[in-house]
């Protein structure tokens, strides 16, 4: 199958978890992938191997999305080691959940700065890159966007203003051809829910018991749908705020 391919892609936050999943699957799909991370080296290490050793085309590059400094470099880089870009995945983000009693300065704004800033300073890198020929964003939203969950206000917060992001770019990027989509995934074992306690927790098992599907999701559901909504098949999809979420978040 290649369905991506001739296309460079960066995915940012993909040492691990979601991220990772939709680098290999696109380039499975024969896209030359940028794996992006933080802090991670072995991880995106890991999956630039991966991707390799199935004879895909990948390079890892650290920079932290919420640093202006860092996202120009990532650019810069993908622009040195491919000579174009076609598709954004911006799925770098972090999930703090708190009571409003325990919201603190520094708690909303390392989610702002690293969940809506960094996306934003990592489309307007992405912009100069498509050039004439356009691409294809895909914000990796959640379904809490739509549907706040207690305790998690802030988190959803920015995946609220990130879903406004994509609305308002659709308008303003169409006729530079560029398509912008959000993913807005329900709850998906990964290393990040390990991390924060999510996975095994009873509210993992109410969140299960809420999904018309019965389970938990898999970061392959949602990198199978990124490769749809970065390929040409969606080439008249842009605007959507896309729940893939085993039906927990039917909008
Ligand atoms: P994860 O397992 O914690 O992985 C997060 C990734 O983001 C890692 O690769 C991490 O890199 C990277 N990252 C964090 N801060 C960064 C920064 N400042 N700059 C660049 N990269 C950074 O997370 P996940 O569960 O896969 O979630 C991925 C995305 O899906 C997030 O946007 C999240 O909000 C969204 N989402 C997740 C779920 C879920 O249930 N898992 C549900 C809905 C939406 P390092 O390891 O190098 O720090």
Redesign the pocket.
């Known amino acids: 199958m290649s369905k991506l391919k001739n296309k460079v892609a960066v995915v940012?936050?993909?040492?691990?978890?979601?991220?990772?999943s939709i680098a290999e699957h696109f380039a499975k799909e024969g896209a030359k992938v940028v794996v992006?991370?933080?802090?991670?080296?072995e991880?995106?290490d890991r999956v630039v191997n991966a991707i390799t050793a199935g004879g895909g085309t990948a390079i890892a590059v650290?920079?932290?999305?919420?640093?202006p400094s860092?996202v120009i470099r990532l650019f810069e880089e993908t622009n040195k080691a491919f000579g174009q870009l076609d598709i954004l995945v911006?799925?770098?983000?972090?999930?703090q959940f708190a009571a409003i009693e325990l919201v603190t300065e520094e708690l909303y704004r390392k989610q702002f700065?690293?969940?809506v800033l960094?996306s934003v300073l990592a489309i307007q890198e992405a912009l100069k890159l498509f050039g004439d020929k356009g691409g294809s964003i895909i914000n990796?939203?959640?379904?809490?966007s739509k549907s706040p969950m207690a305790n998690s206000s802030i988190?959803s917060a920015t995946?609220a203003a990130l879903d406004a992001i994509t609305i308002a770019l659709s308008k303003e990027l169409g006729a530079k051809k560029v398509r912008i989509n959000s993913i807005?995934?329900?709850?998906?074992?990964?290393?990040?829910?390990h991390?924060?306690g999510?996975t095994g927790s009873d509210l993992e098992k109410q969140l299960i018991a809420s999904t018309p599907l019965g389970r938990i999701?898999h970061?392959d559901d949602?990198a199978k749908f990124a490769v749809l909504l970065a390929s040409d098949d969606a080439a008249w999809v842009t605007g959507e705020q896309i729940s893939v979420s085993g039906g927990i978040y039917g909008f």
């Open positions: 940012t936050g993909a040492s691990k978890g979601i991220g990772a992006n991370y933080s802090s991670s080296k991880g995106a650290q920079a932290d999305v919420s640093k860092d911006n799925n770098a983000g972090i999930y700065d690293i969940n960094g990796i939203s959640s379904g809490v988190y995946k807005l995934p329900g709850a998906t074992e990964t290393e990040g829910t991390s924060q999510i999701g970061p949602i």
